[in-house]
């Protein structure tokens, strides 16, 4: 019904910057909150950022100040922006929308992306 599509992942140096966005295709009749969750080899998952509809942010303390998230509403989409790139940022990020359906009863709930490739070399 619902179906989120990342992008923009990739390899990159250290120190460097990053993109990637999500698309959320599907039947729905809004998105609440959308945002990224990350996931490396041997770690535990962690919500990376969030943001509101109306553009409200939150990020996890390993993030803030490098990492950006935004959205564009008319577009069903929200990004990512990357910056100063650390190794530890390696991961898969997978995006999430908070969505609710059109037929009734209306159902809300969490949709969930594939994830795309984020690689960071020293």
């Known amino acids: 019904q619902v179906q989120l599509v990342e992008s923009g992942g990739g390899l990159v140096q250290a120190g460097g910057s990053l993109r990637v966005s999500c698309v959320v295709s599907?039947?729905?009749?809004?998105?609440?909150?959308m945002g990224w969750y990350r996931q490396a080899p041997g770690n535990q998952r962690e919500l990376v950022a969030t943001?509101?509809?109306?553009?409200?942010?939150n990020y996890a303390d390993s993030v803030k100040g490098r990492f950006t998230i935004s959205r564009d509403n008319a577009k069903d989409t929200v990004f990512l922006q990357m910056h100063s790139l650390k190794p530890e940022d390696t991961a898969v990020y997978y995006c999430?929308?908070?969505?609710?359906?059109?037929?009734?009863?209306?159902?809300?709930?969490?949709?969930w992306g594939q994830g795309t490739q984020v690689t960071v070399s020293s």
């Open positions: 999430y929308a908070d969505s609710c359906g059109r037929s009734q009863p209306i159902v809300c709930g969490d949709n």
């Open positions: 599907g039947r729905f009749w809004r998105i609440n909150d």
């Open positions: 943001v509101t509809p109306g553009g409200s942010t």
